[in-house]
């Protein structure tokens, strides 16, 4: 069994849009950081 698809939306409500972008910013930057150094990118 696998995930069931999520439909993507984009949010209207600016402040619920920014803490969206707070929470998942530090792992968004991690994963970009940790790819660039397998890339050898800066």
């Not at 600016?14 to 530090?26: A, D, L, W």
């Amino acid at each position: 069994m696998g995930r069931r698809k999520l439909e993507i939306v984009r949010q209207d409500d600016r402040v619920v849009r920014y803490n969206t972008f707070k929470k998942r910013n530090p792992g968004v930057f991690k994963k970009a950081f940790e790819l660039g150094e397998l890339c050898g990118c800066e």
